[in-house]
């Protein structure tokens, strides 16, 4: 049975961490992937900043199938949107808040994230059947006290925060409410052994923090 957005959403959870990705080749994103999946965080983000992103999200899903889910990121408009999805986007990430593109990830029951920057915007995007707020891009202004903005009003919504998380804030984060954190670096650079050790890393971190 294909996964759809509910299933999705609940695994993006589950690992509570995905990669980033602005990788101009298939043989380098799946490098990533392979990292990232040895190390236990296999979601992966591809940047539609570049043009074949839909080509490598493509090949992605033909390559790994259900061991990786892979979604699309800085999806600005309904176009963009689905075309990720008729590639084989899992789910969708934008930097801001998109009506049209909310209602093709509900068409398709693709989880969305988009960037909002007041609980006004949260709130209108979770009316809209959003599956996470991405506290970004101002969260690389406000830190991780940006997730508490949104939960101590509405602790039910789902926050994905981005920009800024390394291993030494990424407990802070997870204590201010990001319920999934996105890393670029850490999960893009190096070999596929140097991101499979950053991988396990952040998947021990946010595995320790939540069995307090």
């Known amino acids: 049975m294909k996964m759809q957005k509910m299933e999705i959403t609940r695994r993006m959870y589950e690992v509570g961490a995905l990669a980033v990705v602005r990788a101009e080749t298939l043989e380098r994103a799946s490098e990533i992937a392979e990292g990232c999946i040895k190390g236990g965080v296999p979601v992966m983000e591809m940047s539609f900043t570049l043009n074949n992103a839909g080509e490598i999200i493509k090949g992605l899903r033909e390559k790994y199938g259900d061991d990786l889910i892979v979604g699309a990121g800085t999806v600005l408009d309904a176009e963009t949107a689905r075309h990720a999805v008729l590639c084989g986007a899992q789910?969708?990430?934008a930097p801001n808040y998109d009506e049209g593109v909310a209602k093709v990830c509900n068409r398709y029951q693709i989880p969305y994230a988009p960037g909002c920057t007041s609980v006004t915007e949260a709130?209108?995007?979770l009316s809209m059947g959003a599956a996470?707020?991405?506290?970004?891009?101002?969260s690389d202004f406000y830190g991780p006290k940006l997730a508490k903005v949104f939960k101590t009003p509405i602790p039910t919504?789902?926050?994905?925060?981005?920009?800024?998380?390394?291993?030494?804030?990424l407990e802070t984060?997870?204590?201010?409410?990001?319920?999934v954190c996105g890393f670029g670096g850490l999960l893009t650079k190096g070999t596929s052994e140097d991101i499979a050790a950053n991988a396990k890393k952040i998947h021990?971190?946010?595995?320790?923090?939540?069995?307090?």
């Open 91 to 93: 789910f969708i990430i």
């Open 132 to 138: 996470f707020i991405k506290a970004f891009p101002i």
């Open 173 to 179: 984060w997870l204590e201010s409410g990001a319920d």
């Open 123 to 125: 709130v209108n995007a």
């Open 204 to 212: 021990d971190i946010i595995a320790a923090y939540r069995q307090k």
């Open 157 to 169: 919504m789902p926050i994905m925060a981005s920009g800024g998380i390394n291993l030494d804030n």
